[in-house]
Structures are given as C-alpha cells and as structure tokens.
C-alpha cells in the first residue's frame, strides 16, 4: 500500500529535479548571454 503511494511521488520528484535543472541551465545561458550583450554595448560606448 505505502510503495505504491510512494512511487508516483517519487516519479513526479524525478521529473520536477530534471525540469529545476533544466531551468537552471536555460537561465544561467540567458544570463551569460545578457552580460555579453550588456558588455558589448559598453565596449561600444566607451569607445565613443
């Protein structure tokens, strides 16, 4: 009774762990891109 309660739990947990890091990956590429988007345009203003 308790195993079978617990397995879906334990897939749903799974899948919420693969998604969280999925996410981290996806905004910590947004975030190294949005730094040398912003560094370029100050290169660009500097040189100005």
Same mark, same amino acid.
């Given at each position: 009774m308790e195993k079978s309660l617990l397995m879906p739990y334990k897939i749903?947990?799974?899948?919420?762990? !693969? #998604?969280?890091h999925r996410y981290l990956l996806l905004f910590?590429? !947004? #975030?190294?891109?949005s730094l040398s988007l912003t560094y370029q345009v100050f290169k660009r203003i500097l040189l100005f």
């Amino acid at each position: 009774m308790e195993k079978s309660l617990l397995m879906p739990y334990k897939i749903y947990y799974f899948i919420c762990k !693969v #998604l969280s890091h999925r996410y981290l990956l996806l905004f910590i590429g !947004v #975030l190294t891109l949005s730094l040398s988007l912003t560094y370029q345009v100050f290169k660009r203003i500097l040189l100005f």
